[in-house]
């Protein structure tokens, strides 16, 4: 049986949903409110910090992944430079840089307008996304900024999306 379903009613609300999810995946989580939840998600490079948050009034489900890094100032334009050719790679999300906070972070909304309900299938898919992206970005972001390669150099080194099965 599939973990969606396990629902099919359609009043769940969707942050009821990703504490199913975290549950069922054992990760560590705290539901910080009725809309809202965060999670510790272990990745191959790091521990990814994801928060999951439901706006009523748009009618979104928000998902931001962060992790910590800390760029030398004079880094900081290539940084940017790269983050645009990344961006242009991804097709759900994107990266930013949050420079107060320190944090690279990857950002994705499920529109839910007109009182459509989220599947787990889905909600389950944002968080894997955020964390295979962060995942495949994480070692180019680091050459960026730590580095003397070019953006498109360190561009170079993401895992290529594979296709098919093995």
Not at 99 to 118: F, N
Request: charged share 20%; proline share 4%; with cysteine.
């Amino acid at each position: 049986m599939a973990l969606s379903e396990h629902f099919f009613t359609e009043d769940i609300h969707p942050i009821d949903i990703v504490e199913h999810l975290a549950s069922h995946n054992e990760w560590d989580f705290d539901r910080i409110g009725d809309d809202q939840i965060a999670m510790a998600v272990e990745g191959q490079w790091r521990t990814y910090s994801i928060t999951l948050a439901w706006s009523g009034y748009d009618e979104t489900l928000r998902l931001i992944c962060t992790f910590e890094m800390d760029p030398p100032a004079e880094k900081l334009p290539a940084l940017y430079e790269g983050l645009n050719l990344v961006n242009d790679q991804c097709w759900a999300g994107a990266f930013s840089f949050w420079i107060e906070q320190k944090l690279m972070v990857y950002r994705y909304g499920l529109v839910l307008a007109g009182g459509q309900v989220a599947s787990a299938d889905q909600i389950d898919t944002m968080i894997t996304a955020a964390v295979l992206s962060a995942e495949r970005y994480y070692p180019a972001f680091q050459l960026m900024a730590l580095s003397e390669k070019t953006p498109t150099e360190a561009l170079q080194i993401a895992i290529a999306e594979a296709y098919g099965h093995a």
